[in-house]
């Protein structure tokens, strides 16, 4: 049986039956120690972790960790449920994007560290038709192809940024860019569904806050747990 990787957030899986029946696996290889959760096809990573007193933040995330345990456990391919602000007004929250390129201007985590490999990045065109064909299935109207922008974090962006970035990009995150690349050096399929939780700084009036968009998160969360159970019967 193909085993899927998936990586997100708690906030999304916490009333899902894939985090309530899962078992714990800790997985340790030479990157460091994480949770891996199994249940059914799928074994997951919670991209924070699982403990809310101990959240981790974007920029302390240890991908290559997260992505050598999946590989490790034998996943075939990684689908990345990834929270998502708005770069366009016509993006609004509640919306779901399947991006198909990303821009990160800072530097991304690398397995390699002793040899001269180079890759030239991108997201799994495979596992990408497959969630927009998961969003038909169970009549989830998706955007199809957008750009993602990474931004390092903890912080948000200043109404600057979200101008600059929204001229070259539609969604903007702190996670996927990281994922993919390390998921492409390890030879693991990878795309990503993005929830849009919230309008980008300065994107509209109202003053944007971490309680917006975590809210936005727990509003999307029913929608993106559909789109992988369709997934996952493919």
Request: with cysteine; aromatic share 4%.
């Amino acid at each position: 049986m193909n085993l899927t990787g998936v990586i997100s957030t708690s906030l999304v899986m916490e009333r899902s039956d894939f985090l309530k029946k899962a078992k714990p696996k800790m997985m340790e290889n030479n990157f460091g120690r994480t949770a891996v959760y199994l249940t059914g096809k799928i074994a997951l990573i919670l991209r924070h972790g699982g403990d809310p007193e101990h959240h981790i933040l974007p920029h302390m995330i240890n991908h290559k960790t997260n992505l050598q345990a999946l590989k490790d456990i034998g996943v075939t391919e990684v689908v990345g449920i990834n929270s998502t602000g708005s770069l366009k007004k016509e993006l609004s929250p509640g919306m779901i994007v399947i991006p198909d390129d990303f821009i990160t201007l800072t530097a991304t985590p690398s397995v390699y560290e002793k040899s001269t490999m180079h890759i030239t990045p991108s997201l799994d065109e495979q596992v990408r038709q497959k969630l927009i064909r998961a969003a038909h299935d169970c009549g989830l109207n998706t955007v199809e192809k957008a750009t993602y922008w990474q931004t390092k974090g903890p912080r948000l962006e200043t109404k600057a940024e979200i101008r600059m970035m929204s001229g070259f990009a539609d969604i903007v995150g702190m996670t996927m860019a990281n994922e993919a690349v390390i998921a492409m050096e390890l030879e693991l399929p990878y795309a990503s569904a993005c929830s849009v939780d919230n309008y980008g700084h300065g994107l509209v009036e109202k003053p944007l806050s971490m309680e917006e968009i975590l809210e936005g998160t727990r509003r999307n969360a029913d929608l993106m747990i559909k789109l992988l159970e369709s997934y996952l019967k493919i």
